[in-house]
């Protein structure tokens, strides 16, 4: 079945980096675009990055840009979401996302805690 694993999150102090992991399984990964959002609480889930399904195009949250980078590899059936300039403003559980057409699968989450 459709499974998308996110890890890699943890607690940061502000400044500091992260980096995300999702890993997929079930579905063509290659073909598909993904994306990271994220949840912070009290607030509504936002739209963090994009990456095209053959990884030549990204695009940003405009808060997001210039500090994180999302990438993949399709080798692997793995994306991943480089998070520089950490702000506690950042702190929200990340998901991953594939979508495509009819089809919408997204992970379980990971949480983000940047703070001193």
């Known amino acids: 079945q459709v499974q998308l694993v996110e890890s890699g999150g943890g607690l940061v102090q502000p400044g500091g980096s992260l980096r995300l992991s999702c890993a997929a399984s079930g579905f063509t990964f290659s073909s598909y675009a993904m994306r990271w959002y994220r949840q912070a609480p009290g607030k509504e889930r936002e739209l963090v990055a994009v990456?095209?399904?053959?990884?030549?195009?990204?695009r940003y949250a405009d808060s997001m840009k210039g500090r994180f980078t999302i990438s993949r590899d399709n080798a692997k059936n793995t994306v991943f979401l480089q998070m520089n300039s950490l702000k506690p403003e950042d702190t929200a559980v990340y998901y991953c996302?594939?979508?495509?057409?009819?089809?919408?699968?997204w992970g379980q989450g990971t949480q983000v805690t940047v703070s001193s």
């Open positions: 996302n594939a979508a495509r057409g009819m089809y919408d699968y």
């Open positions: 990456i095209t399904s053959g990884g030549g195009s990204t």
